[in-house]
């Protein structure tokens, strides 16, 4: 068979750089699944729904994120069809623009003729399919001619991969993927992403700044542990003696266990009035939103240094010297001189944490930190953690220790069925991966057992089962007394897991830290099931001070 569309756009893909593809396949969608076919060097991950399929694209991004943070920017492709199949991705490419992973959305559309909403009744046919997508990724393209194909999805690769990173998305009718290819092959298709560069007044002033600051205080965000800016970051800290607190989504840009890091605790009124309390505090790739800012409570009294490469998310909830820049370039280009270490820092962390640590200590909170330590400790070196919305998470989001762990949540959009699909993408990345989800969690991707044992996943799938939607029976209970819509009817996990074909154990809190080990040793998925009810530790956002 001659040269069509779809060969195009898979010529492209590969040339971008992309070894692997998740698809979904679709009516609409023939001419590029059977590029997808005849191509011997791109990989086709498949799913059984479009939502986790971009779950899945997400993992895989991250993963290679945290594994090469230094390497090209990994853009993965994901491939459904139109209508129905990509409006069910439109959640999963909210957590990935929320959290800034960049995955290329490609979908199918109806042909050429019906594009423009004229209601001419194709299968699948919407008014204006890109119109559902606009306001959820970076930008949207839509493609109407074969020739259009390279430059399209160059210029979107090119969107997805510049800092802040983020989902993108193309439409290509079904006519142009079936339609003969006249172009000659392509091998070579060249993208550069320029990251925003800091302006040099601006990190003069800062620099200014920080040089006069008595207390000077990093909060280390996403945006910093995207930017690679692990080197950097310490070296900063270092020098100013500045203790570094990382945002949930910057966990692991800083070392946990490193003299300076304050770690995560951002639920925490000690970390809080911590942060309130510099008198310079340099923001490096956060919004400064509801979490970071303790719901919003957090109130600082000195000056305020954000540098982030989004630039609506400059001063959009604090005042600040706003600098628009990648953070790993703004670190490299900041010159302060280093201070003499005096031991106040290094004080002001350890009683910081030891504030923390009574705090705990007053709740009765130890089998929900045992779970977490117990996960950790299963955990092989190389292996990466995905947490769905659960309260596991919640405690991992502050107790995580992330250092040769790296671990990913869906805490951007706080969606619902991130855990497993997104650890399948970690796993087709050629990383162990454990995924956690409770039990209304994990009913959104028991699909995808069949995904992981089809392709052979190396995936460890820990269910914590409570009996319905945990963390929302804490919430509706506390502000009402009583709950509604979060107990649920659930199957025998264990069963089901091996009516896959997938190994499934239960567990006890005793038994759960050998299970996990025993089971991630093991090639190929698995799934390990405990049911227990965790708590969350008390809020301090709802408390006077």
Same mark, same amino acid.
């Given at each position: ?47 059984? +729904? ?23 920017? @990994?853009?993965?492709?994901?491939v459904v069809s139109t209508g129905p199949g990509a409006l069910l991705t439109l959640a999963s490419l909210q957590e990935s623009r929320a959290a800034s992973v960049p995955v290329l959305g490609i979908s199918s559309q109806i042909p050429v003729a019906g594009l423009g909403g ?31 194909? /390279? ?25 142009? *993927? ?5 172009? /000659? ?9 320029? /990251? ?6 601006? +990190? ?38 500045? @203790?570094?607190? %990382? ?27 911590? &942060? ?7 923001? &490096? ?6 979490? %970071? ?108 220790? $992330? ?32 995924? +956690? %989800? ?10 995808? *057992? ?74 190929? @998925? ?6 227990? +009810?965790?708590?969350?530790?008390? $809020?301090?956002? *709802?408390?006077?001070?």
């Amino acid at each position: 068979m001659s040269r069509i569309g779809g060969d195009v756009v898979v010529e492209t893909l590969r040339a971008l750089g992309a070894d692997t593809v998740f698809g979904l396949p679709g009516q609409h969608a023939l001419g590029l699944f059977e590029a997808l076919r005849r191509a011997d060097d791109v990989r086709v991950v498949s799913s059984r +729904v479009e939502n986790n399929l971009a779950f899945a694209a997400d993992g895989f991004a991250r993963a290679r994120l945290a594994a090469a943070p230094d390497g090209p920017v @990994p853009v993965t492709p994901m491939v459904v069809s139109t209508g129905p199949g990509a409006l069910l991705t439109l959640a999963s490419l909210q957590e990935s623009r929320a959290a800034s992973v960049p995955v290329l959305g490609i979908s199918s559309q109806i042909p050429v003729a019906g594009l423009g909403g004229g209601r001419h009744g194709y299968l699948h046919e919407l008014p204006d399919q890109q119109a559902s997508f606009r306001d959820v990724v970076k930008s949207v393209h839509v493609v109407r001619t074969v020739s259009q194909i /390279p430059a399209a999805l160059r210029e979107a690769w090119t969107v997805a991969a510049t800092a802040p990173y983020g989902p993108v998305w193309v439409e290509i009718p079904q006519d142009v *993927l079936l339609a003969p290819a006249t172009l /000659p092959p392509l091998s070579v298709v060249p993208a550069s992403p320029a /990251p925003p560069e800091p302006l040099p007044e601006l +990190v003069a002033e800062a620099a200014k700044l920080l040089a006069a600051a008595r207390k000077p205080v990093i909060l280390a965000g996403g945006g910093a542990l995207r930017a690679g800016a692990h080197n950097e970051l310490r070296a900063l800290a270092e020098a100013l003696r500045a @203790p570094v607190v %990382s945002t949930f989504g910057g966990k692991g840009v800083f070392g946990w266990d490193h003299e300076l890091s304050a770690r995560s605790w951002l639920e925490d009124w000690h970390t809080t009035e911590f &942060l309130a309390g510099a008198d310079v505090l340099l923001v &490096l790739g956060s919004g400064l939103g509801e979490l %970071s800012s303790n719901y919003r409570e957090f109130a600082p009294r000195g000056r305020v240094i954000q540098v982030e490469a989004d630039l609506g998310k400059l001063e959009s909830n604090y005042p600040a010297l706003g600098i628009h820049a990648d953070v790993r370039l703004f670190l490299r280009a900041l010159e302060v001189p280093a201070r003499a270490a005096d031991g106040r820092a290094e004080a002001a962390v350890a009683e910081l944490l030891g504030r923390v640590e009574t705090r705990l200590a007053e709740q009765d909170l130890s089998a929900e930190r045992k779970l977490v330590d117990d996960v950790r400790a299963a955990l092989p070196g190389g292996a990466q953690t995905f947490w769905d919305m659960t309260i596991a998470a919640y405690w991992a989001w502050s107790a995580w220790r $992330p250092d040769g762990a790296p671990s990913h949540t869906a805490q951007g959009a706080g969606g619902l069925g991130y855990g497993l699909p997104g650890a399948l993408g970690a796993a087709a990345a050629g990383v162990p991966a454990l995924a +956690v %989800s409770g039990d209304g969690g994990a009913m959104y991707g028991l699909a995808e *057992l069949a995904t992981a044992k089809q392709h052979g996943l190396d995936v460890t799938w820990l269910i914590v089962d409570d009996g319905g939607y945990g963390i929302l029976r804490e919430y509706l209970t506390g502000a009402f007394g009583e709950t509604t819509a979060t107990e649920l009817a659930r199957p025998d996990f264990v069963a089901l897991a091996e009516s896959f074909g997938v190994p499934a154990v239960p567990a006890t809190e005793d038994s759960v830290g050998a299970e996990l080990a025993k089971a991630l040793r093991t090639p190929g @998925p698995s799934v390990v099931v405990l049911p227990t +009810v965790l708590r969350m530790f008390a $809020p301090t956002h *709802l408390e006077k001070r």
